[in-house]
């Protein structure tokens, strides 16, 4: 049922603004409130009515939730636009205990500004169809226009705020339209991307060229092969969200519905992040979640948490269940314990990686003064990704060759000149149990890598040695190498000067090393999780 404005000489001619509107996913919201939908509608039709009246639009066709309106300047379209956001946000819309908000209709909006003449049926221009797919590329809440209306409009509205999105093709449409998106304080600015063309993937473009990571690029590739859950784990400042988009990146083809990157830091809860990633609708009747676990069954895609914590194990392991086509890669600063989860500890950077890294960040830092070959600077911080980034800030200072002379002189001073090196690993030894924490100062001063043997005599015991190393490993304080067929474990060099730091701080005496008859048992199993390369 629609209603229709008789067209006619009282319609604008020549430039016109058109304006579309529906309500984003209004048979859902039909569904939920059945009787009371009547009334919303009623509401929502009324209040839009009236603003549209107000500024002077012309309603050329009413049906269902929709409105086609049309402006004689583009000035009172946009204005219309953001007041009608304003009155639907600012008006009471029923509520239930069982809703997470008031049954708000949420309207998007599409404005379009070209040359059209009507005659006695209205409008018929390409312009209108154009007009339409502005609207339907918009998201509840949210206003589109394009770069004609804005061209057009001779003065914008006061605190009107305008953010361009760039160019997108329009469904139906051969060539690019630049949108840009309108707010004020009063409105939301943050959506998805436009609804147009079905995506691979939301990750953001790499600011430059990722460098290095390749054993670690193939190794995840094979464990997400065969597995649903992986765990980055690293210390911060490790690279591991740089890798994971860029892994995600690559792989984003090889599933079927894309690859999407949720940053946690950002959101409440994983519902919330994932809603916004996958550009998911809304729904104010049922918990965020629940709306991402229907919209992801039977897809077959990645997803990648970026920053999970512990409070998001539950919402994981049920969005596994629920979606079997699902797999998820997480970055962590330890795993997340899910029954399932593949634990996979980032390694400290080749060095050839991390000289690499370094002489970058150095001539980014210099206005592009090239420092010179960094290899045994890289060398000498094992490659551990913190004191690569510490280190090339003060390269333009200081020169290679004399910062490697300062840092052999002073080693962990040097590096944590400003505290910053000191503050990340006080936070995660923190985490370490009295065991682990004991062990990790063992190690400081242990003059080789150590195996099984080694840790077992220093923590007292096979069971011991165990714990102690797990949590090591999980905190990313300890790298693993394969020397022969056997593990050892070895700190990377700023993790073993800290230590050391501590051992002398608390007056610990170092670990005698002395030869050790053959092991008369086995030695303690490789765990799951400990990386195979490197």
Not at 97 to 118: K, N
Not at 153 to 177: I, K, Q, Y
Request: proline fraction near 7%.
């Amino acid at each position: 049922m629609g209603s229709l404005t008789t067209p006619g000489g009282d319609l604008p001619s020549g430039v016109v603004t058109f304006l579309f509107t529906d309500i984003e996913g209004s048979t859902r919201f039909a569904c939920e409130l059945g009787e009371d939908y009547r009334k919303v509608l009623h509401d929502h039709r009324r209040l839009l009515r009236k603003v549209f009246s107000c500024r002077e639009g012309s309603e050329l066709l009413t049906e269902g939730d929709s409105f086609f309106v049309v402006f004689a300047n583009a000035f009172d379209a946009i204005d219309a636009a953001v007041t009608a956001q304003e009155t639907l946000t600012g008006h009471p819309w029923p509520t239930a205990d069982r809703w997470r908000r008031p049954a708000r209709p949420r309207v998007r909006i599409g404005i379009h500004t070209g040359y059209a003449i009507p005659d006695n049926q209205g409008y018929a221009s390409s312009i209108v169809h154009r007009a339409a797919r502005v609207c339907a590329a918009a998201h509840g809440d949210q206003i589109l226009c394009t770069q004609s209306t804005l061209d057009a409009a001779s003065r914008l509205p006061d605190s009107l705020s305008v953010t361009s999105l760039g160019n997108f093709r329009l469904r139906g449409f051969d060539d690019n339209e630049h949108l840009h998106q309108l707010a004020t304080p009063a409105l939301p600015r943050r959506f998805p991307p436009p609804e147009l063309e079905r995506r691979q993937h939301n990750l953001p473009a790499e600011p430059d060229q990722f460098i290095g990571r390749h054993a670690e690029q193939s190794e995840l590739t094979r464990l997400l092969s065969g597995h649903r859950l992986i765990s980055v784990t690293a210390l911060p400042k490790t690279g591991k969200s740089r890798l994971v988009q860029h892994l995600a990146r690559r792989e984003a083809t090889s599933y079927r519905d894309g690859a999407w990157y949720a940053d946690l830091s950002a959101y409440q809860d994983l519902g919330s992040a994932l809603t916004a990633a996958c550009g998911f609708r809304d729904d104010p009747f049922r918990p965020l979640l629940d709306c991402v676990i229907e919209s992801l069954r039977g897809r077959e895609c990645l997803i990648v948490l970026d920053g999970t914590r512990d409070h998001h194990a539950a919402p994981i392991s049920r969005l596994l269940a629920e979606c079997s086509g699902v797999r998820v890669l997480s970055t962590s600063r330890q795993p997340l314990g899910l029954v399932g989860e593949v634990k996979w500890a980032l390694p400290t950077m080749a060095v050839s990686d991390a000289a690499a890294l370094m002489r970058r960040h150095a001539m980014a830092a210099s206005g592009g003064i090239d420092p010179g070959d960094c290899t045994e600077l890289a060398a000498y911080v094992d490659g551990f990704p913190p004191a690569v980034s510490i280190l090339a800030s003060a390269l333009p200072l200081m020169g290679a060759d004399r910062l490697l002379r300062k840092l052999r002189a002073e080693k962990l001073a040097l590096l944590d000149s400003r505290g910053e090196l000191s503050a990340l690993l006080d936070q995660v030894h923190d985490q370490l149990s009295p065991r682990a924490a004991h062990l990790l100062r063992a190690l400081s001063a242990w003059p080789a890598a150590a195996g099984v043997d080694e840790v077992e005599r220093l923590c007292g015991g096979a069971a011991a040695a165990l714990d102690a190393l797990i949590n090591l490993v999980d905190l990313s304080l300890v790298d693993i190498h394969r020397d022969g067929g056997e593990a050892v474990y070895r700190l990377p060099a700023p993790v073993r000067w800290y230590a050391d730091h501590q051992r002398q701080k608390i007056g610990e005496n170092a670990p005698v090393a002395r030869p050790q008859p053959a092991a008369s048992k086995p030695p303690l199993p490789r765990l799951s999780w400990m990386p195979a390369h490197r």
